[in-house]
């Protein structure tokens, strides 16, 4: 049973760039949740996707996108990349009628120079 | 003012020993309450959800406090594989999957 999986594992882009990451949730998972963390911080919650749309939004701005397919993946989109966007891309997938449990996946590392 | 702060650490601990912290949290409409562990730049991992009425899984035991809007964790017997960030985590009632961590509190375990 494959957990929670994210691609690509690190990354490297510089300002201005575009970004896109990807995230399987796991098997028999409905919903999936993205987080920043950088460098010495906590997770930050940037959104998160259930039934195809976008039901919660933390405080990001609108240069971060996302997008969610029938089969319950993910994609993160990020544009015009900034040199804080440099971080730990974090998804996590729940089972929305299933209880708070989330599972993470690895994450993505971002490096922009 | 952060909705979830932590003491970040480092805690050092003798093998064996017992260490325990706290977080607090500023949200008082908060409904559930997690300690994640997450080991240097992987995934943060369930450790454990806290309850009310406080609760125990082997050596981890966390408590909540309401009133006072602060969250423990207890290690007992320290092992030298407990050596991680471990992560406060707060969830209000209506945000499904919308988790608010703290900034950890790192714990090295020493021989």
């Known amino acids: 049973d494959a957990g929670v999986t994210q691609s690509p594992t690190h990354l490297i882009k510089t300002r201005g760039q575009q970004v896109t990451l990807r995230c399987s949730p796991k098997?028999?998972?409905?919903?999936v949740s993205w987080y920043q963390q950088a460098l010495g911080q906590g997770p930050q919650f940037i959104f998160q996707?259930?039934?195809?749309?976008?039901?919660q939004r933390g405080n990001f701005p609108d240069r971060f996108s996302g997008h969610q397919f029938p089969n319950y993946s993910s994609e993160l989109n990020v544009n015009a990349l900034l040199l804080g966007d440099s971080a730990l891309y974090l998804c996590?997938?729940?089972?929305?009628?299933?209880?708070?449990?989330?599972?993470f996946g690895s994450g993505t590392q971002l490096s922009v120079l | 003012r952060k909705e979830v702060e932590q003491d970040p650490g480092p805690f050092n601990v003798p093998e064996g020993a017992t260490v325990a912290f706290n977080c607090t949290y500023s949200?008082?409409?908060?409904?559930?309450f997690f300690w994640y562990r997450q080991d240097c730049r992987k995934e943060p991992k369930l450790l454990m959800s806290v309850y009310s009425s406080g609760n125990e899984d082997g050596r981890f035991t966390a408590q909540l406090n309401r009133a006072s809007q602060y969250i423990s964790l207890l290690i007992r017997d320290s092992k030298l594989s407990d050596s991680a960030t471990y992560l406060c985590?707060?969830?209000?009632?209506?945000?499904?999957?919308?988790?608010?961590f703290g900034a950890g509190t790192q714990v090295v375990v020493t021989p």
């Open positions: 985590v707060v969830k209000a009632g209506d945000s499904w999957g919308k988790l608010q």
């Open positions: 098997s028999g998972h409905d919903t």
């Open positions: 996590a997938s729940g089972l929305h009628s299933g209880g708070e449990k989330l599972f």
């Open positions: 996707y259930y039934e195809e749309e976008e039901r």
């Open positions: 949200n008082s409409a908060s409904q559930s």
